[in-house]
């Protein structure tokens, strides 16, 4: 219990970025289906987050105009990449090639991790587990392997570029030489900035020439959107919350747990198509997520282990000195 006080907002962050993420990922298939406007939906979703935060203004905080600079220079981008990139995907990339690349991401994370000032620690079993995830999404990919095309293939590879350099460089940003801005200026941050360019990709890619036909009415699929837009801002938010608690590749690792738990649900209760071999896949994957959980405690635990011996034995030493 005493254990669980003492880390409770990280737990709950946790969960309640989980069950965002399960919910987001499920809305956005929805309104993409309705409104195959992938470019636009995200930028109304970045204008909708941008005007929620502004409705706080006493929330926004930063230390310096360097903070400022350190973060929008990159961090906005990175987060436009991967989100436009994600929502462009579910046009284009089936379902097993994106959980593959997904899971392959948090490898590339670990080892950039390894090197930054509070390192990431890799053992043998964190890379089991890693091996374990990724057999897993191995075996989901004999679903629709013969759905996939050379522009779902670069889709789905840029997208895990994105967000491993997302989660590094914010995980960087926030806990490596951290900037001094609230939680609520880094969403107003990334949306504020990206919004616009996301905007342009939009017009550029001539989603502009559906707006009418797509949003003339007010029906089903205006309220998914408004209902994906409310979860886009608390999914941002949640986000950079459980940021500050939990790696990059930590991060990404519970992102793909939620993924999956999105496919279990459309296989049980939506109908859709899937094999035997698929959704074994799928709980390989699961338990593969369980494994890294308790491989990541066994990795944290350990120098602490280490420091409590150094301590006794070094107390040890000074009272023989006595």
Known sequence: ????????????????????????????????????????????????????????????????????????????????????????????????????????????????EAHFRNPFVLTAHTLGSMGVMLAGAAMYLSHDFNAWTKAGVAIASVNALFAVMDRVVQRHLIANIPVDISKTMMMLLNNGIAVLPCFLLALAAGEHTQWRAKLRRVNTQSVLLVLSCLNAAALCYLGIRLQHHVTA???????????????????????????????????????????????????????RESDSKSAHYATVMQMAEL
């Not at 035997?276 to 896949?281: N, T, Y």
């Not at 390989?284 to 369980?290: D, K, N, R």
Request: aromatic residues 10%.
């Open 1 to 112: 219990m005493d254990h669980f006080r003492a880390h409770a907002d990280r737990y709950i962050t946790t969960f309640l970025y989980m069950v965002s993420s399960f919910s987001m990922a499920s809305l956005n298939s929805l309104v993409v289906a309705h409104l195959p406007i992938p470019l636009t939906i995200v930028s109304v979703q970045m204008a909708f987050t941008v005007a929620s935060v502004g409705c706080s203004p006493s929330s926004l905080s930063w230390g310096s105009l360097e903070d400022i600079r350190r973060w929008g220079a990159v961090e906005p981008f990175l987060f436009l990449g991967s989100v436009a990139s994600s929502a462009v995907a579910l046009n284009y990339a089936p379902t097993g090639l994106m959980s593959f690349c997904r899971h392959a991401a948090p490898l590339a994370s670990a080892l950039i």
């Open 249 to 303: 590749t930590t991060f990404m690792v519970l992102t793909n747990m939620s993924k999956l738990v999105v496919v279990i649900f459309g296989a049980a209760f939506l109908g859709e198509a899937t094999s035997a071999l698929s959704m074994a896949g799928v709980l390989v994957s699961i338990a593969g997520s369980f494994y890294y959980v308790e491989a990541r405690k066994r990795a944290e635990k350990a120098p």
